[in-house]
């Protein structure tokens, strides 16, 4: 199957840009370099997707645990957002592509956080892909904030003890996750990860339930159009079972042929 057929399967793509440093020793550069350049490959990356028809492109830019980084390194990230906003956020609304951030921003400088409610309100009628970028984010936060959410939906203030302990015991998996900060979007369908490291780190816990995940060794500045393409085309060739064994999914595709 070729890419453009594979990218058809992919509505939500996830990606953790992982390497930069790494990729800067490597090509015997200072460390901040390899974050700018890592800037300029999600440029490309974004350029790609939409390329690909994938609908929903969500970025892992900047942990919660990434305040445990140097100040200086954490920093220049920050001028590094601003940058990228000032810069990007004309040709993000000329491609129609709706721009969010999610995390809590609320450590964020007052000009961070102006600039991206900025962009986030001029996007957000665009019908396009949407770009996700999830800063200060972690997947346990998400899930516990959205937990209170839920808490808090079901007490109007005059609701008893009883009456609460039915409404939480009644409360389904869709109940909780809409309160979740992507609770409005498909869950994901691929997950990358680059740089060679093989875990997750506490990136979209619960979205990432059933997708399939995808490790490279490429650094993140190095990952480009034909990395994309190389992840969607493994893709293709999974399975995705959801719980059901291979002969249950052969049955399934048969009786919808029939």
């Not at 001029?122 to 892909?129: D, H, L, Y």
């Not at 900060?181 to 339930?209: K, M």
């Not at 399939?212 to 190389?230: G, I, N, R, S, V």
Request: aromatic share 10%; charged share 25%.
């Amino acid at each position: 199957m070729g890419s453009n057929e594979s990218a058809a399967q992919v509505k939500h793509l996830a990606v953790v840009m992982d390497g930069n440093q790494r990729w800067a020793r490597a090509n015997g550069l200072p460390g901040p370099e390899g974050h700018r350049e890592g800037a300029k490959a999600v440029k490309t990356l974004v350029k790609s997707a939409v390329k690909s028809g994938i609908k929903y492109l969500t970025l892992f830019a900047f942990s919660s645990e990434n305040w445990r980084r140097p100040p200086y390194e954490v920093e220049l990230l920050m001028q590094l957002f601003v940058t990228a906003l000032d810069d990007q956020i004309r040709e993000l609304h000329a491609n129609r592509i709706r721009l969010r951030f999610i995390g809590d921003l609320a450590p964020f400088s007052d000009l961070l956080k102006d600039k991206m409610n900025a962009a986030m309100e001029k996007t957000q009628k665009n019908t396009g892909m949407q770009l996700i970028i999830a800063v200060n984010y972690g997947g346990q936060w998400d899930i516990v904030q959205a937990a209170q959410k839920l808490a808090l939906s079901m007490n109007d203030g005059e609701t008893s003890a009883e009456e609460f302990k039915q409404n939480v015991l009644n409360a389904s998996q869709d109940d909780f996750a809409q309160y979740l900060s992507l609770g409005d979007i498909p869950p994901v369908d691929l997950f990358i990860r680059t740089s060679g490291e093989r875990r997750i780190s506490n990136f979209l816990l619960w979205q990432l339930a059933y997708a399939e995940l995808y490790f490279t060794d490429t650094f993140w500045p190095d990952f480009d159009e034909q990395a994309l393409k190389d992840a969607l085309d493994d893709f293709a060739r999974r399975q995705r079972r959801f719980g059901q064994s291979s002969e249950e999914l052969l049955k399934e595709s048969q009786d919808r042929k029939s």
